[in-house]
């Protein structure tokens, strides 16, 4: 039937067009489908619907090869362009919109459409279309055609063709997340340091036990960080990224997955890696021994004192192989908790106090060396990047709720600003990043056959020998969660 006989029987004549009017009307008072339509407009201007149609999908391109006896491979490029077709009319008077004349309803919709008089130059953008069934959308009319033949009276048929839009996107400066979260852990260093100052002040006057117990203090704390830099793990990663194909032994031990680990230079030797990592145990070494010299004068030189710490744990970081090890590292050294001082004496509370004050010091010394490790993690999916967040965060929100118990508003307002630093950094790393999948087969094949099948590139079955953790590369498991894509 054509389109002209489909106004044909709608309308009919002129009292034909009342009578449908009034029936479409009480089709909208209606229940279940016909309630749920809309009265159709675009940009405000009413118009009568007889049909509509709407095409979506998603943009793909397949990949079909010679002699593939298999289904081919289509790559997913994105949302395919939403396009509505609308067939209608408008017709004068009507007694479900109004509308008045029809000739001024063209071209009132008409002008709409165009964005002004003929010959505009400006372009009147996106629009806003009322669909009977799909609501408020913007849309582009890329075409609209008119129509009226004599049998029909007072009915304008018309055609839309309305393209759905979205807004217009800019590139954006990508804002230094990692600048920001080593400026906050900064300013959580100085803003411990002055609570520091001001809460041993008055118990340093209790005499030399006092200086004593900062001394022990420290000896205790640096007997923990003595026991890291000898962990057994710590010492194994530094010599993983040596280059070589011994898979997760080797040249994969750094931040990441293999795919995306920094490896030691070709001319590393393991002679090599070890005497570097003997150096940074000097250095570590060195740095306890400058805090040691410092506690013994933490009563009248605060400053050194923290910077001594500070240096400790930058040095312990320093040691390790990968940022990963490295906040494994500093997270171990956060439960360190002195022995507590018993008695109830002026020198005893005196000595609390100063135990209590360098342990807070030495803690957030440490939180902050953490949140500034994590600024060269390199997440491996968007769930590994959530998870660092969480974990980090949960440290630092235990620091937040001491320092807001103990009054310490200066602490409490540094750790805010750098959780939420180390918030925006892992967001803004891990954004991008692909999902965990779990991959489920028949039998177990080969990392470099399901490389090749899940991804495409056989060159990433070290990145899946990683992630799934299996006996041998040749026999991956069943079901391993590994990158969706």
Partial sequence: MSFSAQVGNAVGSIGGVAKAASDLANLFSGSGYWSQLRPASYNGIPFAVLSETGRFGRRSIVH????????????????????FRISGFLVENSLVYGGGP???????????????????????????LVHPTYGTLKTNCMEVEFGTSWDRGRVVEVRFVFIRGGDRLYPQAKKP??????????????SSLLSFAKRIASAVSAGAQVIQAAVSTVVGWYQAVTTLIHDVKRFWNSISTLAG?????????NSGYAGENQKAAGTATPASLISADTANRAAVANAGSALSAAAANVGTDQATFASAAQRVVTALAGSASSPSDAIR??????????APIVGASQVALAQATMQACCADLFR????????????????TSADDASGMR????ALLDSEITIAANQGEDGVYSAL?????????????????????????????????????????????????????NPIHPAFMPVSFSALSN
């Fill in 64 to 83: 079909e090869y010679p002699n593939k006896e298999t289904m081919p491979w289509i790559e997913d490029l994105g949302l395919q362009t939403n396009v």
């Fill in 102 to 128: 029809v000739l001024d309803q063209r071209d009132r919709l008409l002008k709409a459409i165009q964005g002004g008089a003929t010959g505009s130059t400006k372009a009147p953008g996106l629009g806003t």
């Fill in 177 to 190: 997340t990692a600048s920001a979260v080593t400026t906050a852990a900064a300013t959580v260093n100085s």
């Fill in 245 to 253: 194909n011994f898979g997760r032994l080797f040249g994969g031990g």
């Fill in 329 to 338: 590292l500093l997270t171990s050294l956060l439960l360190y908790a002195p």
């Fill in 364 to 379: 957030r010394a440490t939180v902050a060396q953490i949140a500034v490790s994590a600024t060269a993690y390199q997440p």
């Fill in 390 to 393: 969480d974990s980090i965060t």
């Fill in 416 to 468: 805010r600003s750098l959780r939420q630093a180390v918030v925006e950094d892992l967001d803004a790393r891990g954004s991008g990043l692909a999902a965990i999948a779990t991959f489920s087969f028949g039998n177990t094949l080969p990392a470099l056959t399901l490389a090749n099948r899940l991804y495409r590139d056989a060159s990433r079955s070290d990145e899946l020998v990683s992630q799934a």
